[in-house]
């Protein structure tokens, strides 16, 4: 089985500023990792996905996500937000093979102060 | 438009009527979910259908009734509910095997039982 936490349940981040959300997983095999944005009153949006290849993948909006092996890590993160950019985030993984389920954390409410 | 399509968006209900939430992909998905959304909690899996069967039911209360009439299609309906089943309902699709592009997501529906 896999499991996913998201340490910080709120980040506020100054305008401008970067941020760093934090994922860590748990799994006794190979995942595909992902990162989900939701706005208010709103579903799920896919901002980007690690399948293979280049730890260092890019998504939507200037986001960007490193994969880390050995720490079984998969941060988020954006040089410079925007107020736009409030919304809740959340990672999910899923095995390579297996139960072709995503497993999502709980979830960082980030807020953006001007 | 994410090609996932959930209607009502809002729904205002008592506990002793019976309505029902559609959801409709057009992605050519054969795999679709319904997740409830509480405020401050994690996402719930509810239902689980692949090629309209259904292989998940985490442990949903009898009020809560899915159908899968296709593919395409997705019903969760609904009768005599309580109070705490107010809660943002997401319904999601993919294609399986190989979940590497991950879920979409539908806008959801808002749902307050009164």
């Known amino acids: 089985a896999q499991s996913v936490t998201q340490l910080d349940s709120q980040v506020p981040v100054f305008e401008e500023a970067p941020v760093e959300l934090r994922c860590n997983y748990s799994s006794s095999v190979s995942v595909y990792l992902f990162w989900y944005v939701q706005y208010p009153n709103q579903g799920l949006q896919l901002l980007l996905k690690?399948?293979?290849?280049?730890?260092l993948v890019k998504g939507i909006n200037g986001f960007e996500a490193e994969f880390n092996k050995s720490q079984t890590s998969f941060h988020l993160r954006k040089p410079s937000v925007h107020i736009s950019d409030t919304a809740e985030y959340f990672c999910a993984v899923t095995p390579f093979f297996g139960n072709e389920k995503l497993t999502f954390g709980t979830g960082t409410r980030l807020t953006i102060i001007p | 438009e994410t090609g996932v399509t959930q209607t009502p968006r809002h729904l205002v209900m008592g506990m002793t009527n019976k309505k029902s939430l559609k959801c409709e992909q057009h992605?050519?998905?054969?795999?679709m979910y319904w997740y409830k959304q509480s405020a401050k909690k994690p996402l719930e899996l509810m239902f689980v259908?692949?090629?309209?069967?259904?292989?998940e039911n985490n442990s949903v209360p009898s009020r809560f009734s899915p159908e899968c009439p296709n593919s395409s299609h997705l019903f969760l309906h609904l009768h005599t509910l309580q109070p705490e089943d107010s809660a943002l309902y997401l319904c999601?699709?993919?294609?399986?095997?190989?979940?590497?592009?991950?879920?979409?997501f539908g806008s959801g529906t808002r749902l307050t039982v009164v």
């Open positions: 690690y399948l293979s290849g280049s730890t």
């Open positions: 259908y692949n090629f309209k069967e259904q292989t």
């Open positions: 992605l050519g998905h054969n795999a």
């Open positions: 999601a699709s993919s294609q399986v095997p190989g979940l590497n592009y991950g879920y979409t």
